[in-house]
């Protein structure tokens, strides 16, 4: 039986390297991406650092594949999503942000429009 295995590696200009290889039964995530060519099209993959995956879920290089499974290769994180997101809310109250005083009591909220009056 022969599988049909989609490769893919997103990369950070918003494309993406997307191959197809036919694999034989029982062929593994690294037989498929070594099949794909991705290898050769972009050197600085490095598969004893990088994660790769099946369908979004984490899996070994041994890991074997059943037919149309898509193999993903996963770029590292510039950033952790932890950092970023309090760097983003920081941001948004240094510019003057509601955020913390909508949780605040109406009267200690300060003078509005319809108060101030």
Not at 68 to 96: M, N, Q, S
Request: some cysteine.
């Amino acid at each position: 039986m022969t599988l049909r295995i989609d490769i893919v590696y997103g990369l950070p200009e918003g494309a993406s390297f997307v191959a197809h290889a036919d694999l034989h039964d029982g062929a593994t995530v690294r037989e498929a991406i070594e099949a794909s060519g991705v290898l050769a099209h972009h050197p600085e993959i490095n598969l004893t650092t990088q994660k790769v995956g099946v369908f979004g879920k984490l899996k070994p290089l041994d890991t074997p594949l059943a037919d149309f499974d898509c193999v993903e290769i996963y770029r590292p994180l510039k950033v952790d999503p932890k950092t970023a997101r309090l760097r983003r809310v920081e941001k948004t109250r240094k510019a003057g942000s509601i955020e913390r005083r909508k949780w605040q009591s109406k009267d200690s909220r300060g003078p509005t429009p319809e108060r101030a009056g």
